[in-house]
């Protein structure tokens, strides 16, 4: 049941974010796209599980979203199987070339501009999306992995019709995509101009990676001809990267458990870091201190939104890296003492004026806070198979359309870009500095949520660093308010970036401005486009049904059977 004051929130909402959430009773894909949802639901249809119908919907989204994710970028993966109750997290995160240092972004001592730093070469990761699926597969796949790439290398070859905001991209990158000549060729017209919306667009040379994908795995893009050609364009651009052969055929995506935290009558999972995950559990143990079930819709829960992340992302700029070059105290950053100890720094009264990182457990050496950087891009996939495996995915490619530069009719990411500009501040290094081999901290979080050991909730957002607040809001919109996934991924936003709170404007939820200034929170207001896709199981007795929700800021769309 809805309660009054959260119902007129939502009554102030533009109509089309008022639909219902799409109700299913065996299976169900959510994507970011509708012919990527299709994709997946074929594949499910064909009797195939939850990590066949993630390779389907990636494939396509590399076509039909090339801004957002694709092949050529990487993600983190989370897969629950109910026959083995097992929970297992993978990291496909994109790694940095051997050769790299912790200067690559520095010029004359300074950090580069982010656009000068990320078109081109110099920013481009090890891809690892598809190593990674690749792995989840031989562990749940179920059909061969050639047949799931039909659909994309049909769309492909067919073409489909540019959407709104594929044209929105197009036409906002067009200046940096004319640099170079396959994203030119691709992108846009004879003379130069951005293909417009309903604008056919066909990839013929992606259908062809994705043939060679289908025919060698993974190794197609790590091995051989086509790694061949992304090590040239990263090396051979005015941008140069460092990226060799050796760097690609080395890549492997790392399989971890997944990490879980009490959250009222719930244990909410993610991936471990570096994921953003970790960041979302630590505001969920400190929300968990306070009634969230009071006036959802007032100025308390907005308040605690943004507290709770304020001080969660102190703690995310002075500890999350990858755990594999610098210690991370995920432990410590979740221990029940620890979380009780900052959530009595929260206050509905008063903001805290200047919110600073803890020291869990008088963590090892002194570091240094990164200093605030854009982060961009990425597309989120939830899927419940017709078994009850599921799965909970964000990919990306970074910024839009990543380094601006297309291989073989798939973009480069930019994702090198995530590490720290500033390899150290005040003489103290940074966590999350770049260095050879390091997987860049990352802000994706795509979380599984149980109840009884049952499984709840999928969900995860685009968003880049505004993810982790997405996130937070879509579990308290389902769990503490009890909102159906369509109207949780369709609440207007509050949410931490940094040091600030968010209000996203032109919503109800700016009218909050004025009271919580008067509360001494740094407030602004602004465009947060997510891309919230959810979906919750339902059961009654041995029964269950799912129910999907899909972002209404972008293309998403909800299949099921």
Known sequence: MIRAPLLALLLLLPAATLAQPVVAERQM??????????????????GGSAVDAAVAVQAVLSLVEPQASGIGGGAFLLHWNPGSRELAAWDGRETAPAAVRGDLFLRDGRPMAFLEAIVGGRAVGVPGAM????????????????DLFAPAIRLAEEGFPISPRLAQAIATSAETLRRDPAARALFL???????AEGATLRNPALAETLRALAEQGADALHRGPIAADIVNTVRRHANPGLMTADDLAGYAPRRAAAICLPYRAYTVCSPPPPSGGAVVLQILGLLGHFDMDADPAGIDAAMLLGEAGRLAFADRNRYMADPGFS??????????????????????????SA???????RFGPPLASQPPQPENGTAHIAIVDAEGRALSMTTTVESAFGARLVVRGFVLNNQLSDFSFLPEVE??????????????????????AFRGGDLELITGSAGGSRIIG??????????DWNLDPQAAAALPHVGALNALTELEQGTVAASLAAALIGRGVPVEAREMNSGTNIIRVQRDGESRRLLGGTDPRREGAVAGD
């Open 355 to 361: 919110p600073r990182p803890g020291n869990p457990r």
């Open 189 to 195: 017209d004879a003379a130069g101009a951005p293909l």
């Open 470 to 479: 997405y996130v937070v809001q879509s579990l308290a919109a389902t769990l």
């Open 327 to 352: 210690p991370v105290p995920t432990v410590g950053l979740l221990d029940p003492a620890y979380v009780t100890l900052r959530a009595q720094m929260l206050s509905l009264d008063r903001a805290n």
């Open 29 to 46: 894909v959510v994507a970011s796209h509708p012919l990527a949802a299709e994709a997946g639901r074929a594949m499910l249809r064909a």
């Open 131 to 146: 190593r990674m699926l690749e792995d989840a597969h031989r562990a749940h796949g179920k059909l061969p992995w050639a």
């Open 427 to 448: 003489g103290r290094p940074v966590a999350n500095r770049v260095e050879g081999g390091k997987r860049p901290r990352s802000s994706m979080s795509p979380l599984i």
